[in-house]
């Protein structure tokens, strides 16, 4: 463990405005992806964040468990793998080969969990019976609805709002069977086009995605994590009702310390989605330019603020790198070589520390490098 901190100014991680103190160990939890298609620089900017807030702990001591999921049981990749004729189990397990591949590229470190719904369902049975137990859930019919209609207080939504998310997120709020439109389902009965299911207490079905998550949190980490991680769209419903199940089934809050959830980007002014065919591929920018450029075009500003992908900011980042390795030949120690991890730990502010490195050069630009990534 590296004991510089011992002797140094006090050395705590700041996110959102919030001071997080960690103590040795930190369990991250990152919402990872549903296999049904090429990764996109929406995807790749939340996973690289969550990369740099990783490495950022790890240089200052901590020993950081990693868990990313893979959402293998979900409606969009059945439709996905009907479209195209083939087993959704094939087309989840090449589009998780292509999606680990272009992370490896990118230096996402690998997560030390990869969990996938399809491994845990035995614990989404186990949660489901831990919310009726709290009267937390109910059952209607072989599947059980858990009592989330408060958790879009978690959030600043309003309740008409949340319940245009909840559509949005395939959440049925006009599912009459539900006692109110934003409770969800925790374990779902197997309808007439339903292609998998499992047996359970309830009769045959499938999990709820936030379910999924919940389930394998608490099954890798026991009654919560301290940092949980994923794109800014997955605040509601995803994460809120992830947090109200645990908090429900457990008793124990708050479910996730810390939340990074990155900046959702954009193209000409819309959102990068699949759904609405506005995508940048990941593979498609590394033909052209290097991985340190993609991780600093994502990295270099503030993590949580949206923002719009332009081909000329790419330039921009390649521009931007070429000066930090000019700045990191500089010889010397100067002071700026602690200031920048000190900089990144103060609510990830990779712009202070790229200044920071840009002007003092030497050791400073050459820890930002190693330290992001970046070469
Ligand atoms: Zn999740």
């Given at each position: 463990?590296?004991?510089?901190h011992?002797?140094?100014p006090?050395?705590?991680l ?5 001071v997080?103190?960690?103590v040795?160990?930190v369990r ?7 296999p ?10 939340t996973?690289?964040w969550a990369?740099?807030?990783e490495r ?5 001591g901590h ?7 893979v959402t ?7 439709a996905e793998?009907?479209r195209?004729?083939?087993a959704?189990t094939?087309l989840a397990t090449l ?6 591949s272009?992370m490896a ?7 030390d969990?990869s ?6 369902i ?5 949660l489901?019976?831990a ?5 937390a859930a109910y059952?209607?019919?072989g599947?059980?609805y858990?009592r989330t209609?408060?958790a ?9 709002t949340?319940v245009e ?8 709020p006009e ?7 934003l409770d ?6 197997t ?7 499992w047996p359970?207490p309830?009769g045959?079905?499938r ?11 608490l099954?890798?980490f026991?009654s919560?994590?301290?940092l949980?991680c994923?794109g800014?769209?997955l605040e509601f419903p995803?994460?809120a ?6 908090e429900?089934?457990t008793?124990v809050?708050?479910?996730?310390r810390g939340?990074?959830r990155a ?5 000409d002014g819309?959102?990068?989605?699949k759904?609405?065919g506005?995508?940048?591929l990941?593979?498609d920018?590394?033909r052209?330019?290097s991985?340190?450029a993609v ?9 949580a603020r ?5 081909p000329g900011l790419?330039?921009?980042?390649e521009a931007?790198?070429e000066q930090?390795?000019a700045a990191?030949?500089?010889?010397g120690?100067?002071p700026g070589a602690?200031a920048?991890?000190?900089a990144?730990?103060d609510?990830?502010?990779?712009p202070?520390?790229?200044?920071i490195a840009?002007e003092?050069g ?14």
């Amino acid at each position: 463990m590296n004991q510089a901190h011992l002797t140094g100014p006090p050395m705590r991680l700041r996110l959102g405005g919030q001071v997080l103190p960690m103590v040795g160990r930190v369990r991250m939890y990152v919402c990872g992806i549903t296999p049904y298609d090429v990764t996109h620089l929406g995807h790749a900017t939340t996973y690289i964040w969550a990369d740099a807030a990783e490495r950022i702990l790890r240089w200052h001591g901590h020993n950081v468990t990693v868990a990313r999921n893979v959402t293998d049981v979900d409606d969009v990749l059945f439709a996905e793998a009907r479209r195209r004729g083939a087993a959704h189990t094939m087309l989840a397990t090449l589009q998780r080969a292509s999606f680990e591949s272009t992370m490896a590229t990118l230096q996402v470190r690998r997560p030390d969990h990869s969990p996938s719904a399809a491994q845990h369902i035995g614990h989404v049975v186990q949660l489901a019976s831990a919310l009726l137990d709290r009267d937390a859930a109910y059952e209607r019919g072989g599947t059980v609805y858990a009592r989330t209609s408060e958790a879009y207080r978690r959030t600043a939504l309003d309740h008409a709002t949340a319940v245009e998310r909840a559509e949005e997120f395939h959440d049925a709020p006009e599912d009459d069977e539900k006692d109110d439109p934003l409770d969800i389902a925790v374990w779902q009965a197997t309808g007439p086009d339903d292609e998998v299911s499992w047996p359970s207490p309830w009769g045959d079905g499938r999990p709820g995605w936030h379910a999924e998550c919940t389930a394998m949190v608490l099954a890798l980490f026991g009654s919560g994590v301290d940092l949980h991680c994923g794109g800014a769209d997955l605040e509601f419903p995803h994460h809120a009702c992830e947090a109200a199940l645990a908090e429900a089934a457990t008793g124990v809050t708050p479910f996730a310390r810390g939340w990074l959830r990155a900046g959702l980007v954009s193209i000409d002014g819309a959102k990068m989605a699949k759904s609405t065919g506005n995508l940048v591929l990941v593979e498609d920018l590394l033909r052209e330019h290097s991985p340190g450029a993609v991780r600093l075009l994502c990295l270099n500003r503030p993590w949580a603020r949206p923002w719009q992908y332009e081909p000329g900011l790419l330039d921009d980042a390649e521009a931007t790198l070429e000066q930090l390795y000019a700045a990191a030949a500089k010889p010397g120690m100067q002071p700026g070589a602690a200031a920048v991890p000190a900089a990144l730990l103060d609510d990830l502010d990779v712009p202070r520390a790229v200044a920071i490195a840009l002007e003092d050069g030497g050791q400073a630009a050459r820890t930002l490098i190693e330290l992001l990534a970046l070469s």
